[in-house]
């Protein structure tokens, strides 16, 4: 996440803003165009009136997901840390940003062991980890609320991402 809030602030957009979980270590100081928002203990109850100040987003980049880390997999905290974290945010952009786009970053668990190497729109996704099923539920779930909702919803199913600021697990 840390890279494309660089990007977007050397692309010199005008408000870039991060939301985190409290004790996240996935953004740094940041750089001085974007401000980061912390979701306090309460989810997005007390979020929702500092994003309204904000409001209205034209694009979302939701990269927040929890389990990616195999030593995160309780399906109750999947759930809670991907389905449930989701749908708030949508709530919040539905109320504060009609027809705001989402870009929800999946990830290349969703399709669990392939029998080919190249894997494209028609492989079907069959998660074998809790962390692919959560995924694969978030992006079924969002796409229909997002819908109801008048927000454009976009998957992006990323496969082994590396680089400047990702964590030790990768």
């Not at 492989?123 to 927000?151: N, W």
Request: aromatic fraction near 8%; charged fraction near 20%.
């Amino acid at each position: 996440g840390q890279n494309l809030l660089q990007y977007l602030d050397q692309q010199g957009e005008d408000q870039v803003f991060a939301i985190v979980r409290c004790g996240s270590r996935s953004l740094e100081a940041g750089s001085d165009g974007v401000q980061v928002l912390t979701v306090p203990d309460d989810g997005f109850a007390s979020l929702a009136p500092r994003l309204q100040a904000l409001a209205p987003f034209d694009v979302c980049f939701h990269l927040a997901s929890y389990g990616v880390n195999q030593d995160c997999q309780q399906s109750d905290a999947l759930v809670e840390g991907n389905v449930t974290l989701t749908l708030r945010l949508l709530e919040v952009l539905g109320q504060q940003s009609p027809g705001c786009r989402v870009v929800f970053l999946s990830t290349g668990h969703v399709y669990g062991r392939c029998a080919q190497m190249r894997v494209d729109e028609s492989v079907l996704p069959r998660p074998i980890s809790m962390y692919g099923a959560a995924k694969l539920a978030t992006e079924d779930i969002g796409r229909v609320r997002a819908a109801q909702l008048g927000l454009s919803w976009l998957v992006l199913r990323l496969f082994a991402s590396y680089g400047p600021h990702e964590g030790l697990h990768k």
